[in-house]
């Protein structure tokens, strides 16, 4: 499964990319106007640092405006994928843009019906939203659990990837991994949450001080 970072904060993305962590990122409007600034500057850094595939999106909501954004952030690195919302311009839009060799992402998914149109569209990428579903007592997981056994069926044609978002902690993550999602996007918050385990904290706090006792009576030695 691919893991990609659900934000546009370049200390975060450049921190876990340097662990190699990272495959991908997806941004929105919301997550560039938390950073604040000139978003521009924001999406050209984040496609230089990341290899993988970048979701920017677009903010129009008619197919003609959504073209137009699309093939400017496109222009910000080959590895744009143009990010539109699941609305039937979006798809109008999805189709054009892919038609011409242009990755697309669709967006603010939330039923199977929705991610089985926008791979029809010729989405690389379907976005459904888990947590929010979960906010409104919706099981999300069951929702890639619907998407995952009906692209099952298409493989040979279909290649629309499944990319599991609005991730809110790290059973999310497992959950999504055994359904055998395609991609996972993780706000930095989670994947900082994947990383510890207080057994491991402890772990290397007690070599730490067994090391500190062998060197108290030796202590030129070195590793
Ligand atoms: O990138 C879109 C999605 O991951 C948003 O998540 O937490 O705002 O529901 P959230």
Known sequence: MKIFLDTANLESIRKFND??????ITTNPSLMSKEGGNPKDAMEEITKIIRGDVSL????????????????????????VVKVPMTPDGLKACKSLSS????????????????LLAAKSGAKYVSPFIGRLDDIGQNGMELIKEIKEIFEHYKDTLKTQILVASV???????????IGA????????????????????????????DWDKLKSGNPDIKI
């Open 57 to 80: 999106e677009v903010v129009s909501t008619e197919y003609s405006g959504m073209i137009e954004e699309g093939k400017r952030l496109r222009q910000y690195g080959e590895n744009v």
């Open 100 to 115: 011409e060799g242009i990755p697309v992402n669709v967006t603010l998914i939330f039923s199977a019906n929705q991610a």
């Open 168 to 178: 809110r902690h790290p059973l999310h993550v497992i959950d999504a991994a055994k």
């Open 19 to 24: 662990m190699g962590l990272l495959d991908g």
């Open 182 to 209: 395609d991609v996972v996007t993780l706000p930095p918050a989670v994947l900082d949450k994947m990383l510890q385990h207080p057994l491991t904290k402890i772990g290397l706090e007690n070599f730490l001080a």
